[in-house]
């Protein structure tokens, strides 16, 4: 079989489906492009997908460098683990267009010592749980503009469908029972515009390279009153790699992928602290499992941050998948 044949057959039972942009705290979050880990594909029919990201975010950092703490008056914020589990739904009507649902869960713990004043010891931890249904997307793809079908473009919405707000409290410690912060809620209580665009190429035999794009903005926020009111910012993500498939059942992969977000807005947020670029290197690889089952794991590995404020920030992070084409 050719590279070219064996190309195809994987493509065509491999999901297309959006990335992920999940918010844990600021401008941490998993930038892994689901698209490309699973594969591009223009077959017919429908596709299901489970996806799990894990998060911890237990490292301080500010601009491009970790700190040991904050200037008084600073929020001193300890840890955030947070995790995804989210179930996708793909409709594929023809090779030219692709509709993707995508419903996430979110399980999040979260704690910090408060306000920082170095002239008095640290106070207990607040802690906050909370695990509930997050901000569901729906992204349409048209991918008819070559022959080749290998060159995409999207637009979708993201729902207010996660709670926000004041919907998950502080459950101990000096700060019980009062709510956690608007970017660390399950869902962000705006509806947002995603517009995106993608390419894939096979540049030998055995390899593919491939570069995506997405633009997310919020064009209505129910939170919306004066004094009340909370608007996440602008995130910008873009993903390069390279996959190697010289076997149909074996494909590893390298990522790199890149992430711009712009402070939150309104009396809500902490506009001072949730505002920066990350860029992420992301090996791993996607495995046949079966016939129409295809799975995928990769670690990402941040290289670089410049953070406003100051941000919680993961070491690493996780995700696995699953797909299946029927």
Sequence with gaps: MTGSVKRSALAGVLLSIAPASA??????????????AMGYSAIAGWRFSYLYDYIHQDTLRSGTHSVSGV???NELEHDTLSQYLTAGLSYTPSSSWNFDLRVPYVIRTHSTYGTFDSTQPLPELSESRSSSLGDIRIVGSYQGLLPTHNLGLQ??????????????????????GTPLDASL?????????????YYYQAISQDFDVFANGQFQSAVKHKQDQPGN???????????????YEGSPRWVPQLQLNALHRAADQGALADTENTAGTVVYVSPGITAQVARHLHAYGFVQVP??????????????????GASYAF
């Design 23 to 36: 918010w844990a705290c600021a401008t941490c979050g998993c930038t892994l492009s689901a698209d490309a």
């Design 71 to 73: 200037p008084d008056g």
């Design 155 to 176: 637009l979708g919405l993201k729902l207010p469908t996660g709670q926000y707000g004041t919907s998950v409290n502080f459950s101990s410690g000096p700060s019980a």
């Design 185 to 197: 809620q399950p869902g962000t209580g705006s509806t947002d515009v995603i517009v995106g665009a």
């Design 229 to 243: 009111d909370f608007r996440p910012g602008n995130s910008t993500t873009v993903s390069v790699g390279l996959r």
């Design 303 to 320: 290289v670089h941050s410049n953070l406003s404020g100051y941000q919680l920030f993961p070491r690493r992070t996780f995700s696995v």
